[in-house]
């Protein structure tokens, strides 16, 4: 005799698991586009970590993960070349450029935004035409006038600049202050508030979205700034920043390409850290610089 086998027959699968399942792939449809470019943006920095722990002999050949790993890389980027006074004088530019840039940058914005007077306008066209203006045109004449007061070799050149403002900060400011109702400042001048008390006491806690994303741009440009500190700070190794000190150990060490990108990390962390805690207020800062012109 023989018995007749039926196939066993797959139960249906339950409607909450498909309707998750359904809700996922939704969910990547809708966001295919942004996890294409993530991948895009992620996978050069996942690399040249992987490339920072290998070898002298295995960096940029076709081995795209590591034998062995060696994180002693990072200790011997300390070793080779004086990165923690590098790291000192980037804290230094940066740090004091940002702050010296907000403090003069905040009030020009307000008075380009809120205050009436005659020739505003043509100064905030002033202020785009600068904003403009490749650097490169001024280096000579600027170059020529810190020299002859001495100060060539030293980070003065890149910060002192700085206390008369940033072009870009002045009009992102500008534009997001556009965004406060004037009803705030009218009532703090009816209650005996001058400008300046105006602009302290009601102005700057409601902008400072647009503060922190001014800060960060200018505290970013001049974390990654080479052009400046290699015209004005090469001829002393011990002004040298981050970025003109990368670009001297690429070139005398470069065959040791574990040993660049494991300083390239390193350049790279503390930006990172500071994006990923600040990135809301950054990103609110640049949303609303649109509402309003």
């Known amino acids: 005799m023989t018995a007749l086998m039926e196939a066993p027959v797959l139960a249906p699968a339950p409607p909450d698991r ?73 804290i230094i530019y940066a740090v004091s450029s940002t702050v010296l840039v907000l403090l003069s940058s905040v009030p020009a914005a307000y008075a380009l935004a809120k205050l009436r007077f005659r020739g505003r306008n043509g100064l905030f066209l002033l202020v785009i035409c600068v904003m403009m203006l490749p650097p490169q045109v001024v280096t000579v004449p600027l170059y020529l006038m810190w020299a002859r007061y001495g100060l060539t070799g030293s980070l003065a050149p890149l910060i002192i600049p700085a206390i008369f403002g940033d072009a870009f900060c002045i009009f992102l400011l500008r534009q997001f202050l556009l965004t406060i109702p004037s009803e705030y400042l009218d009532a703090a001048r009816v209650d005996g508030c001058g400008e300046w008390r105006t602009l302290l006491r009601v102005v700057l806690p409601m902008a400072r979205p647009g503060i922190a994303a001014a800060g960060l741009f200018q505290f970013f440009y001049c974390w990654n700034d080479y052009y400046g500190p290699l015209l004005y700070t090469s001829e002393n190794e011990s002004s040298w920043t981050l970025s003109l000190g990368l670009a001297s150990f690429h070139s005398v060490h470069h065959v040791d390409w574990n040993l660049v990108t494991a300083a390239t990390v390193l350049a790279m962390a503390p930006l990172i850290i500071i994006f990923f805690f600040a990135q809301r207020a950054f990103v609110q800062g640049i949303t609303l610089t649109g509402f309003k012109g």
């Open 18 to 90: 498909r309707y998750a399942r359904q809700r996922r792939l939704a969910w990547i449809g809708k966001h295919s586009i942004a996890i294409v470019l993530g991948i895009m943006f992620v996978t050069p920095v996942v690399y040249l970590v992987l490339l920072s722990l290998m070898t002298s002999d295995q960096a940029l050949t076709s081995d795209y993960w590591p034998n062995a790993w060696h994180p002693e890389n990072y200790v011997r980027v300390f070793e080779v070349t004086p990165l923690p006074r590098y790291l000192l004088n980037t």
